[in-house]
Each structure stands twice: as structure tokens, then as C-alpha cells.
């Protein structure tokens, strides 16, 4: 929830921003898609017909043949179901996250860009930690939907290239609340399991923390959908000690995003129910008068909290640099073409094209946020969960590598830290298969869980 929020938040600081860089009056209109497809083909089927009338509260109508350009969406399988609506308009749309590999085809997408790596350049990051820690044997938990199934097939695809067993997959529904990975987490103590690669989103990362054991030494290596979210570090992280995350690589930008989030303010009139949401779970705290009231009767205090040390890493993660950075290439592209006299609806393609030349500023100068092709060589950083120099209680994410894809790997093995089962610091981590026999192949199956019940689909294969 923090950082989804937060990248909403980035995204109108921008948008504000932009008024003032190019004296143009930029609008806005947000639809929340609720990570469901669906959803979001409703809605902007019914926005962009003129079936849903949209009028803001100075009265102003919205007029879907202004509409520039679209910024997201966050996840892979709605911004795939907004593409095919949107090209069919001629609207271009920009992605700070979306990473399915389909993505990448330009035949089929010829007005999509995205400031992140594919997840392609994600599998190879995978295979190259492994590698690199000597890790042969790992478990696998992945999210049922486009989004993990693409990466997890394109992990195990490579992992059986370079000799790494990969234990039969935990396919889970982004739908299931709660659940409890008991089961899941014995059989890979009883397999001697270290290393597991989780692919998830957000519900199903809490339920596996929350089933971890304190003693547990598993080593997670998380693709970007966990991220450097502090979310999963509210109880200390020690359950989550020792993990190494992937992140898309974040870029310094000098549009002073912190400051806009410093204004938040969830008591005054005009704030949302987003906003609302983010401070109780940012805080810990109930709004008065809420109906969810889960954190045991403890009110937000009336005097808005400083926020200042809790958003120096939120402002500065990876989704609200990300969509940062596409509004402002999006802003400043419309500003381009609007100085030189072009009218809108803009050609759809010469915008992309000009859209993919547009530099942004950086802490270490211009840049540009995308290639000639609409991707991102940014690549992915590298993250591990440790505990601070001051307490062995609380844990934070420390930075220790990155990895581009025409560059490989840059890890650096003297900043890992993990853990045995008394919280001690060990230099290594052991994931080998005990069945020699058995590890000679790649094995993989799908488990399917179901709201009320489990089945085990009878498919496993095994691979030379």
C-alpha cells in the first residue's frame, strides 16, 4: 500500500511541477484500478466513450479528446488490458512497472513505453545470484497471475540450462488472504531448502512472513514486485532477515519529490480515501470514524505526525522515481510538441518517438529514461534485508548490487548478511539438493490453491 500510494503522490507532484516548467495547464485524471483488469477496461472504456460523465469540483467537464498520454498502469496484466483500448485511440501509455516480457513487442504495442527492464533482464538477475552464491537447489512461491507464471517459466527455463534444481513450484491466488504456507514452508525444511525464489504480490508476501518461524534461516530472493517495501519490515523484519530483493534500479531525480509528500495532511477536507489508508498504515494507527479499525483502538493523533524521517525512503523507492520520471518525460514531450505548434489529438507515433528522446534531471545530470525501443537499461538493484548497526531487533533494506543487463552482475559478497537460526551473522548460505539422483534433472509441478480447498495437479515433468 506505502508505495503504491506513493507513486500516486509522485505522480501529481509532477504533474504540478509541469505547470510551472512549461506554463502549460496540465490535468489529471486518475482511475484506481484495483490490480484487477476488469476493472480498469471498464472504467476507461466508460471514461474515454463519454458514457461516464466526469466533472470536477470547479465544475470543469472532462474531455476524453484531451487526453495526451496515460501514465501506468502498476502491474503487468492491466496495463495489457489498457493497451489494446488506448491503441486503438491513438494515446501512447508509459509504464513505471509493468515488466511482462509481451510488453517488449512493438508490432503489437507500437505506442508503449516503460521506464523499467523487462522481466527477461529479471530471470537473468536470478540466475546470476544463484550462480554467484553457489546455490543448486531452491524452492520456488509464485503469484498466479501473467506477471509471475511469465518469470517463473522464464527462470526455470534458464535454471534448467545451467543446472539448478528447482523444487515443484507454490502457485498461489493474489486473491487468497491469509494464507497460511505451514505446509509449504515444512517441506522445504525437510528438503533442506535455503533459498527460495518468491515472485508475489503484496497479501501474499505478509501471509508467508507471518508463517515464517523466528528460527527460520530462510534466504528469499524476491523479484521487484516485494521491493525495497517497508511494509514487511513493520514488526523489525527479523522473519524476513537475510533476503535478497530485487528492485527496478531508482535514478536520483531533482524534482524534489519529499517535499510535496511532506504536505500531507490526512485530517484536512480535501484529502482521500487513499491518503487516509496510506496514514494508518504508514502509522499503525486507526482514523477516527473509520469502519477498519485494525490496529487495537490506536487513533491517529489529530495533529498530523512528522512524516519527514518516514518519507526520506518512500520519496526515494523505486515506484515513485519510476513514475516520476515517466510523467515528467511525458509532460515535457506534450510541452514540445505544443511549442511547435502542433494541435491536439497528437500523432500517436510521432509522440512515441519523441517521447523516447526526452531527457529528464538527475542528481548527476540529464538522462535519458528510456532506449529507442521504449525499454529501460536501467536494470534492477540489488537489496538485503540486515539488522542496523544499533539494534539486532530492527532490520532495514542495505543496497549490495545491481544488475544491467549488458553489464551482468556487480554484487558485492562482503555487504550480505545472513543469519542462522540465533540471529548470528554467517558467511554463506547452503542450498544444494540431498537427492543427487533427483537433482540431475530440473523438477517442476504446479500446485493450485483454491479458496476452500487444495488439489495437486498430476502434470509434474522432468527435464534433462
Known amino acids: 500500500m506505502s508505495t503504491s500510494y506513493i507513486a500516486l503522490e509522485a505522480f501529481i507532484s509532477i504533474v504540478h511541477q509541469l505547470k510551472n516548467i512549461t506554463n502549460v495547464d496540465f490535468g489529471y485524471l486518475i482511475l484506481d484500478d484495483c490490480y484487477n483488469a476488469l476493472t480498469l477496461t471498464r472504467l476507461l472504456n466508460g471514461v474515454m466513450s463519454g458514457d461516464i460523465a466526469i466533472q470536477s469540483s470547479s465544475g470543469h467537464k472532462f ?33 513505471y512497472s509493468a515488466t511482462h516480457q509481451v510488453l ?18 529479471q530471470s537473468k538477475a536470478f540466475i546470476s545470484i544463484l550462480k554467484y552464491l553457489e546455490v543448486t537447489f531452491v524452492g520456488v512461491i509464485v503469484v498466479e497471475n501473467s506477471y509471475g507464471l511469465e518469470l517463473y517459466d522464464l527462470f526455470r ?29 515444512d517441506g522445504y525444511r525437510s528438503k533442506k531448502i535455503q533459498v527460495i525464489i518468491v515472485i508475489a504480490m503484496e497479501i501474499t508476501i505478509k501471509s508467508l512472513l507471518k508463517t515464517v518461524k523466528q528460527e527460520d534461516t530462510f534466504v528469499f530472493l524476491a523479484s521487484e514486485s516485494w521491493g525495497p517495501n517497508p511494509d514487511f519490515l513493520h514488526d523489525g523484519g527479523k522473519k524476513a532477515r537475510g533476503c535478497l530483493v530485487l528492485a527496478t534500479a531508482p535514478l536520483k531525480l531533482n524534482y524534489n519529490i519529499k517535499k510535496h509528500l511532506e504536505t500531507l495532511d490526512p485530517y484536512k477536507n480535501t484529502s482521500t480515501v487513499w491518503l487516509r489508508e496510506f496514514w494508518q498504515d504508514q502509522f499503525q494507527c486507526d482514523m477516527p470514524g473509520g469502519f477498519s479499525n485494525t490496529h487495537g483502538g490506536n487513533i491517529c493523533s489529530k495533529s498530523p505526525h512528522s512524516i519527514s524521517t518516514a518519507l526520506d525512503d518512500l520519496a526515494d523507492s523505486p515506484l515513485a522515481v519510476h513514475a516520476a520520471m515517466a510523467t515528467m518525460s511525458a509532460g515535457l514531450t506534450v510541452s514540445d510538441f505544443l511549442k511547435s505548434g502542433k494541435q491536439m489529438p497528437f500523432n500517436a507515433g510521432e509522440f512515441t518517438k519523441a517521447l523516447r528522446q526526452v531527457k529528464v534531471m538527475s542528481s548527476s545530470g540529464e538522462l535519458r529514461p528510456f532506449n529507442d525501443a521504449g525499454d529501460s537499461d536501467n536494470g534492477f538493484d540489488i537489496f538485503n534485508v540486515q539488522s542496523t548497526t544499533d539494534s539486532k531487533d530492527k532490520y532495514i533494506y542495505v543496497k549490495v548490487g545491481s544488475y544491467q543487463d549488458k553489464v551482468g552482475l556487480s554484487l558485492n559478497k562482503s555487504l550480505i548478511k545472513f543469519y542462522d537460526d540465533s540471529g548470528q551473522v554467517i558467511d554463506k548460505v547452503e542450498s544444494s539438493c ?13 500446485w493450485w490453491f483454491h479458496r476452500k480447498y487444495q488439489t495437486r495437479i498430476s502434470n509434474t515433468q522432468h527435464h534433462r
Open 104 to 121: 517488449d513487442n512493438r508490432i503489437i504495442y507500437p505506442f508503449f513505453s516503460r521506464t523499467v527492464s523487462s522481466n527477461v533482464v
Open 434 to 446: 540431498l537427492y543427487h539422483q533427483q537433482c540431475s534433472m530440473v523438477i517442476y509441478g504446479l
Open 63 to 95: 474531455n476524453p479528446s484531451q487526453v495526451a498520454v496515460v501514465i501506468g498502469a502498476q502491474s503487468s496484466d492491466v496495463t495489457m488490458a489498457a493497451l489494446p483500448i488506448l491503441t486503438e485511440l491513438g494515446i501512447p501509455m508509459i509504464s
Open 157 to 185: 527455463r534458464s535454471a534448467e540450462v545451467e543446472g539448478i534444481c528447482v523444487d515443484d513450484a507454490v502457485r498461489v491466488s493474489n486473491q487468497i488472504p491469509d494464507y497460511n504456507f505451514a505446509s509449504v514452508l
